[in-house]
């Protein structure tokens, strides 16, 4: 039995403790917004936060979780309205969609870390975030836009 944190609830959950955190947050706790993508930590597409760090929840055990706090694109913001997903909505980024919630929860680390990125920063930081659509430029749009408003609500 672990005991996880996930957007903020306390939570309990039946199993092996080496699980893929992937697996414990769709199967077991039906937040199906973090995809699998490769499960070999090389796409991006599930990417969570644990204790606001950028983590590949396809590679980590959920019994590293356990003490953390997990937040998953569900329990990014009360209403959908964090400044990145806005971002996302006015530049109508996603393509099929498949990718997002893990670029979304990179790039608010991202932007956490460099609230003002270039192009560049953007294009590195953002490098292990794989389209297969080919959304990059739209990304970067948003980004720029996502610091800019938390320029303006600051
Ligand atoms: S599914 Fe985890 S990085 Fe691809
Ligand atoms: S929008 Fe389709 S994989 Fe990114």
Redesign the pocket.
Known sequence: MLSLNVNNKQVKVEVDPNTPLLWVLRDNLDLVGTKYGCGVAQCGACVVHLDGEAVRSCVTKAKRAEGKKIVTIEGLAENNDHPVQKAWIEEDV???????SG?IMSAVVLLKENPNPSDEDIDIAMSGN??????YSRIRKAIHLAAEINKSNS
């Open positions: 996603p393509q099929c969609g498949y990718c997002h670029q794989i389209c297969r659509c080919g959304t």
